[in-house]
């Protein structure tokens, strides 16, 4: 097989990478590792900044994220018994929109298929070869056969476990990593909303966080050991757990339900750099993880893959590269941005189980300023909608 760019890995970032040069007339083949219906149903992110919810409808893909997806213009940060609202859209004239990760997928495999794009699921043995060529291919499995794609670009988007990173030689790379000491339980619970804007709270038993997901089902997490079992979690335990960390002094409760989907994620901050080496460009997890505190994944994930299409169009159609070469550094000041913001949000609203008096006393001070200054709540507004591309 030949095509003009591989892709490994059907996230947010390879499925959108596909979409975007098809939309330019440039062909691709996107390799998956899992099933479609694998990955229309992993739950994971919710919140599209301003730029990436544009982004989704300027190209076709955002008409059901327009009628479903919820459009909010604030956020509540709650400590000490009260919540504060952070207006998102009078500081900065941006909005979120909270639609699911796994919507998002839906919609554009949707998109791919319609338009008779390559994408195979459950391949294995993916092997990238020859990055330092005019030609790189990439070897893989497909049902049970072997099989071979030669390309003019590779791209790596199969996210922080994939294969791709492992290809740019060691001597050439330098990771940045922090791991944090505690994890998120996330729950999915048959409701009705309980808050009309996300709840960010801190407590000292712990952060814990009111997502939606539709007028019927809410999205929960709570900060939790990493390495607990979601079987040591019953219901009453869940609920007890977040009714105390989102107490407050004006009478409001969350409301319970149902809860049909328990899971932990361990929280980590990485980046690899460069983004590139040779004729494979790397985007999304597959080059950096941020804890999702920030709520930046994904949204880091779409734009470096849009960046990296504007560039490839340059290369393939003009026979331009400068895109191609400027897109490492470019794409990594957005990166280490959100990286120092998912850090920030992560550091300000978790339970550091070794912090000292001193500490505790430094972090309400911060939620204090963060609340009180306009200027602070300014450039949480800003990070947060996502600053432009
Ligand atoms: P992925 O989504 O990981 O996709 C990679 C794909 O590659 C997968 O489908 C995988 O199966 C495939 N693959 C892997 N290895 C191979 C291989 N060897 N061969 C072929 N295919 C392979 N982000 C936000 O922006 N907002 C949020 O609110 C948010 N909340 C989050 C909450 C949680 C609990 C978690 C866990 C994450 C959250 N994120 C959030 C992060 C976001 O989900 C990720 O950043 C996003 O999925 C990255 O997209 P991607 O396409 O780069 O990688
Ligand atoms: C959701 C996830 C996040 O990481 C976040 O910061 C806000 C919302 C969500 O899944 O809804």
Redesign the pocket.
């Known amino acids: 097989m030949r095509t003009q760019v591989g892709i ?7 499925l959108l990478l596909s979409h975007l040069l098809h939309l330019q007339g440039i062909e691709s083949v996107v ?4 099933s479609r219906e694998e ?1 229309e149903a992993t739950i ?5 900044e301003q730029g990436s919810r544009d982004l989704l409808i300027e190209t076709g893909v955002g008409e059901r994220m327009q009628r479903e997806g919820f459009v909010h213009h604030g956020i509540e940060l709650s400590f000490g018994g009260r919540r504060h609202r952070i207006d998102l859209t009078e500081l900065t004239g941006r909005s979120i929109t909270v639609y699911a ?1 796994h919507e998002v997928i839906k919609d554009l495999v949707a998109a791919r298929l319609a338009a008779q794009g390559q994408l195979l699921f459950e ?1 294995s043995d ?1 092997n990238i070869a020859d990055i330092d060529s005019e030609r790189p291919t990439v070897s893989f499995a497909h049902k049970g056969e072997a099989a071979r794609l030669e390309c003019d670009y590779v791209i790596g ?7 791709s990173r492992g290809t740019i030689p060691h001597h050439v790379r330098k990771d940045y990593s922090r791991v944090y000491p505690f994890g ?1 339980f ?1 729950i999915l619970v048959e409701a009705p909303p309980s808050s009309h804007e996300l709840i960010y709270a801190q407590h000292e038993r712990g952060f814990a966080l009111v997502s939606t997901r539709s007028a019927t089902v809410q999205r929960m ?1 709570f900060q939790c050991d990493p390495h607990d079992k979601v079987e040591h979690w019953s219901d009453d335990r869940i609920w007890a757990e977040l009714h105390s960390r989102l107490e407050n002094d004006d009478g409001w409760r969350l409301t319970e339900g149902r809860i049909f989907q328990k899971n932990i ?1 361990a929280m980590r901050s990485f980046v690899a750099t460069p983004m590139r080496h040779g004729r494979l460009f790397l ?4 080059a950096h ?2 804890p ?1 505190t920030g ?7 779409i734009a470096d893959v849009r960046l990296l299409a504007l560039a490839l169009v340059e290369a393939i159609r003009n026979g331009k590269q400068e895109g191609l070469e400027r897109y490492s550094d470019t794409a990594l000041r957005r990166v280490w941005r959100a990286e120092h913001f998912s850090w920030f949000m992560t550091s300000l609203l978790h339970s550091f189980a070794d912090a000292s008096d001193f500490q505790r006393q430094l972090q309400r001070s911060e939620l204090e300023y963060v609340v009180s200054s306009r200027a602070a709540m300014t450039s949480l507004a800003e990070n947060y909608v996502g600053l432009p591309f």
Do not use: S, T
């Open positions: 490994i890995g059907a996230g947010p970032a390879g390799l998956e590792c899992r990955i994971r992110a919710g919140v599209l990760q391949v993916v988007c199969d996210g922080f476990h994939g294969v998120w996330g997490y994620v985007a999304g997890d597959a993880i941020v999702p709520a930046k994944g994904m949204n880091l994930a």
